[in-house]
């Protein structure tokens, strides 16, 4: 049970869904509640908590001098908030900065500029930070500076950490100015709301062999350049080879099918297939299938290998849309299988191609046998939470402990 998320159970997750819950009807009722919340500072906050207290036990006048105490503290409540209309920071310029991606787990920084066009000098600034969403944390507390001079330029960081890959709404950062005696602040100057692509910590993929590698056949084959120079070897035709790569001029000298075997880009494309039925699998084992594919993606760009990645989903997408490979790994959303005809139209580009899945079935030998058939060669990697060490399959543990691989 994830009781992090649980937490957050009442908070919808869209961004879309709670910015319409902030402009509903219920929030439009509860603005003067909101506008008291958002006026206080948080010692104003707690001297508010100890009003309602000494309220409840200042009622017997009688016998009693606390309700002279609560008289005070109200006093110094309802002042504090009469003259905060003098200490706004609404003129003044607040910028957040953000990387443009992130890797689950791994802490960064949101830097605020503030740029003081008051024209005044501002004395204690506070920083309000937005909430994040239940896998959202900060490293430290907010960040209070002392004064900011007429006209200057400060700049400062707020460390966040996303332990969940996915596109998360940050909204937006404030900072506002203590009144004295401290108990609330003046209005407050925002940044804009900001969104943040969190990418999946890829598995530590230490050795990725190409699938299909080694396969290829030296005797009787002649290395030739086509029209556009393109360096390829003539071998004889073996089962599974694309008709489109049949050597005429050969066969016809042999009396033996041969075809063109490149020797630059074909061998160095590949297929990441990423086919996960999210009714079978449970979340963690399907987050660490998104890892072991962003692992290997990983260790294939390193090799120089070019890999085009199919995920699956309700809203399925594929590199060839203009899409990263750990773009389209950060937004999917595992639900349904990658049909047959998607794979089958990336097969005549490619050479070989990996099926990352939970549990290997018939739907996922028949897509094998499907591009072994168009002469791709392929490798299956399952991950599962009761994996042997010895059967090759990838342990969910080894992924979430960040294992050496082999595959």
């Not at 009722?29 to 206080?40: E, H, K, N, Q, V």
């Not at 309602?52 to 002279?68: K, P």
């Not at 108990?183 to 709301?193: D, F, K, M, N, Y």
């Not at 490619?350 to 058939?373: G, H, K």
Request: aromatic share 6%; proline share 5%; net charge negative.
């Amino acid at each position: 049970m994830n009781l992090a998320r649980l937490n957050h159970i009442l908070i919808p997750e869209d961004a879309a869904k709670r910015e319409a819950w902030r402009t509903g009807r219920v929030a439009r009722l509860a603005r003067p509640i909101g506008w008291f919340y958002t006026s206080l500072s948080e010692e104003g906050r707690v001297a508010s908590v100890m009003c309602l207290f000494l309220g409840s036990m200042a009622v017997d006048v009688a016998r009693t001098q606390v309700f002279v105490l609560w008289s005070a503290l109200v006093g110094a409540v309802i002042g504090a908030l009469l003259f905060r209309s003098r200490y706004s920071m609404q003129e003044a310029s607040l910028t957040v900065t953000l990387p443009e991606h992130v890797v689950a787990g791994e802490p960064f920084d949101a830097t605020l500029t503030l740029v003081n066009t008051t024209g005044r000098d501002v004395f204690h600034i506070r920083t309000r930070r937005p909430f994040l969403s239940w896998d959202g944390n900060y490293a430290d507390d907010a960040t209070r500076l002392a004064t900011s001079k007429r006209d200057q330029r400060s700049q400062w960081a707020e460390r966040i950490t996303f332990s969940q890959r996915g596109l998360h709404d940050l909204g937006r950062f404030s900072c506002v100015e203590l009144v004295p005696p401290g108990l609330s602040v003046g209005a407050a100057i925002s940044t804009a709301r900001s969104q943040l692509l969190v990418y999946p910590r890829p598995a530590n993929v230490a050795a990725l062999a190409l699938p299909g590698d080694g396969q290829r056949q030296e005797d009787d084959s002649t290395f030739v350049r086509s029209l556009d120079g393109e360096p390829y070897e003539v071998r004889p035709y073996r089962v599974g080879d694309r008709v489109r790569d049949l050597h005429a001029k050969t066969w016809a000298r042999t009396a033996v099918p041969h075809v063109r075997q490149y020797m630059q880009p074909s061998s160095t494309r590949a297929l990441l297939i990423l086919d996960v039925d999210a009714t079978l699998a449970n979340e963690i084992t399907t987050e660490a299938v998104v890892s072991v594919a962003a692992g290997i993606a990983e260790a294939a760009a390193a090799q120089g290998i070019d890999v085009t990645c199919v995920v699956c989903g309700n809203d399925s997408v594929d590199t060839t849309h203009g899409t990263s490979v750990m773009e389209a790994l950060a937004l999917c959303a595992p639900a349904v299988r990658v049909p047959k005809r998607r794979v089958q139209a990336h097969a005549p580009n490619v050479s070989a191609a990996w099926v990352i899945t939970a549990e290997p079935d018939d739907q996922t030998r028949a897509l094998v046998r499907t591009l072994e058939t168009d002469g791709v060669g392929c490798s299956v990697v399952a991950v599962r939470q009761d994996a042997d060490p010895e059967s090759g399959v990838v342990a969910v543990a080894d992924v979430a402990e960040q294992k050496e691989l082999s595959l």
